[in-house]
């Protein structure tokens, strides 16, 4: 019984930022890679950033420069920070973990999603 919890979306003026953060709750034996990822209306879930348990990170294309993505291992939590946003940025983000569970290798485990709309 894993849960991903998001916080941290609503709504902001272009050029403003947001701090997204996840925490992962339940029967944990540990969590891999990390990672936020969107979706707008009508269009594919695309990567937003990922970082694996060793601190190594990534990021789309479309963010790099203006988003760092973080975590607190003893807090099973995970952070997006994101600054000057744009109206293109405007989705749902999802938080996706790697976790770890007890009688498995892995499982993959999706958020429930936290709206982002970023105003002109």
């Known amino acids: 019984q894993v849960q991903l919890l998001e916080s941290g979306g609503g709504l902001v003026q272009a050029g403003g930022s947001l701090r997204l953060s996840c925490a992962v709750s339940g029967r944990i034996f540990s969590i891999g890679t990390m990672g936020w990822y969107r979706q707008a209306p009508g269009k594919q879930r695309e990567l937003v950033a990922t970082?694996?348990?060793?601190?190594?990170?990534n990021y789309a294309e479309s963010v790099k420069g203006r988003c760092t993505i973080s975590r607190d291992n003893a807090k099973n939590t995970v952070y997006v920070q994101m600054n000057s946003l744009k109206p293109v940025d405007t989705a749902v983000y999802y938080c996706?973990?790697?976790?770890?569970?007890?009688?498995?290798?892995?499982?993959?485990?999706w958020g429930q999603g936290t709206q982002v709309t970023v105003s002109s």
């Open positions: 996706n973990a790697n976790v770890y569970v007890p009688g498995r290798f892995y499982e993959d485990y």
């Open positions: 970082i694996t348990g060793g601190g190594t990170t």
